[in-house]
């Protein structure tokens, strides 16, 4: 009965080339100073994709249905990059001379990548006659597949009082074949209690199974060929089963928009690895955890209302996390795991109140939370430097300037935040203005050169947003946001850092004389210190069709070809600030049609 099935395809090709340059600059910490590193990076990237979605859904009759939702993904990628970057010691984070310096790298990076990612689930759910009794059932899987050829080359120049004392150039070749596939279903059965209140029991497993390959050629200089035979100690060849089981009860209940949810459930998983390079050994590791999830939600009447909302999740170590297995493919920072690791439990609690005035038109929501973590998995990093050499597992020594970390537990992780909001009509203006504030703290630890380090955060935020309601014909907002931050290191205290930001923005709509419109946008953004941008749209426009409800646009978009891709990122190992290039000025032309559905109007 084809009126019982709905039946949808998606097809998309994608066919993308990306040219990225990038600059980094690092700051990371010593307990006596600091290890500045800049990096310039230039990088080609081409992709060719094919993706397949589809849905289909069989209501058998009232009572039963089935859902089914395949998916098929086949992608090729090549990219290409160089990158030049130099590494200095400060005791205050300022370079003073180039006795400072310690090395130059230039490296270069060709990969040819290609793989697909098939996946299905099947659902089928039953009502068993009382109102709010069902049962459901679902079963999927997936199969995947990644191919990579890749060339790694490194040069290092090592210095000593500006004198060039080592040069240092490695190729290595690495070709990567990862296969893989997913088994996972579930059962739920519901059972109501009341007419507002239900009792559910779900049992969920999951299977993933991975066989990982890759094989490291290292450079000849003499014959100028890759060695026709592997390096075993930067080669890796393993397979590993994880598998999880998780079963437990939930409790729901509504009434009058009141409404209880909770649910508890035990989880046990294992993981099992058999490995054959670098050496050959087998593993095996079980988790068990108890998670919990509670939400309740109080309506004091149609515009007040209180909500609270408590959770707990496990984060697991990975099977890369458990391994004792040196990974020195990058000598600059090499890294080893921890088979000792257990998993991090997080406790995250949220109370938000909200109210609203429908005859006043003014809007008030107050909230916070608290999220406290144990078994924290973070890093136990250790850098070399010319008055501090460190020596590898393997007996080696670690590149001066380099890194060695291994994943550890350590308590102590917690953050809590605030945040408050008000909205009220601005009549004599026909305009709505909203203000906005947050405060969080912070605070993770971490081990860097042996010593524990904590990174505690504040954050300040303040904004404000006036939109406009003046008419069909004109639209406008007006927003800021200005934000500081304040982060403090116990090893480097030296390195504290603050930061102002502020950003400010305007958009509007103008439909004037015969549909005519005028279309804009600005954003300035200022990071106090270190970078500042404005970036402006203008579109110039004509409205077409009946009741206009189609536009062609033509405009310039970064009309000032100033803008800037900006990020920073401040952890307990090091401070960052990154810098990309964007697409810039650019014309174009744009069509528009809205759609009115059931009498209402939404764009597309």
Known sequence: ??????????????????????????????????????????????????????????????????????????????????????????????????DDLINKSSNTVSSKMNGYDMNANLNYRARLGNPGRSVSVEVGGSLTKNYSNSVDSTRVLTY?????????????????????????????????????????????????????????????????????????????VYNNGYITHRVGPGYNYSKNRDVITASVYYQYSTLAGDYELPRNFKREHSFNDIVYFARLRKNFNPTNNLMFTARSSTNNPGISQLEDILDT???????????????????????????????????????????????????????????????????????????????????????????????????????????????????SPSIVNGEENKTKGQYYELGVILGSN???????????????????????????????????????????????????????????????????NLYVGKKVFKNQRGEILFGVNDMFDNSTSYSRTINDQYIQNSYSNTIGRYFNIRFVYTLRNFGQASDE
């Open 329 to 443: 493919s990058n000598p600059l920072s090499v890294r080893i795991g921890n088979p000792d690791l257990k998993p991090s439990y997080s406790h995250f609690g949220m109370l938000h109140y909200n109210r609203s005035s429908i005859t006043k038109g003014t809007t008030f929501m107050i909230g916070g939370g608290v999220n406290i973590i144990s078994n924290s998995i973070v890093d136990s990093t250790v850098r070399a430097t010319s008055s501090r050499p460190v020596e590898l597992p393997n007996g080696e020594m670690l590149q001066e300037s380099g890194s060695f970390s291994k994943p550890v537990n350590m308590n102590g992780s917690w953050s809590v935040h605030s945040m408050v909001g008000f909205g009220l009509p601005l009549k004599f203006i026909k305009s709505n203005l909203n203000f906005n504030g947050s405060v969080r703290y912070t605070e």
């Open 160 to 236: 000593e009082e500006a004198v060039e004392i080592k040069d240092e150039f490695t190729s290595q070749n690495r070709i990567t074949d990862n296969r893989g596939y997913r088994l996972n279903g579930s059962l739920m059965y519901t059972e109501p209690l009341s007419a507002n209140s239900q009792l559910n029991l779900q049992y969920r497993v999951n299977y993933r199974y991975s066989d990982y390959e890759r094989k490291t050629y290292l450079w000849d200089a003499a014959n100028s060929i890759f060695n026709p035979d592997y390096d075993d100690d930067l080669s890796t």
């Open 1 to 98: 009965e084809y009126d019982k099935v709905k039946l949808s395809l998606n097809y998309a090709c994608l066919n993308m080339k990306n040219e990225n340059i990038s600059t980094r600059d690092r700051q990371n910490f010593l307990p006596d100073g600091v290890l500045i590193d800049s990096t310039r990076s230039n990088s080609v990237s081409k992709s060719y994709e094919h993706r397949i979605e589809g849905r289909i859904d069989y209501d058998i009759n009232e009572n039963h249905r089935i859902r089914f939702r395949p998916y098929l993904n086949f992608q090729t990628y090549n990219t290409s990059s160089m990158s030049t970057g130099s590494t200095l010691e400060s005791a205050d984070g300022l370079v003073a001379s180039l």
């Open 470 to 536: 003046i008419s069909e014909n004109l639209d406008f907002t007006i927003s800021y946001n200005g934000g500081y931050s304040l982060a403090k290191y116990s090893v480097a205290s030296s390195q504290d850092t603050e930061m102002f930001t502020h950003n400010a923005s305007l958009r509007f709509k103008w439909i004037t004389w015969k549909g005519i419109t005028l279309t804009g946008n600005a954003n300035y953004s200022r990071y106090q210190g270190v970078d500042d941008y404005l970036m402006c």
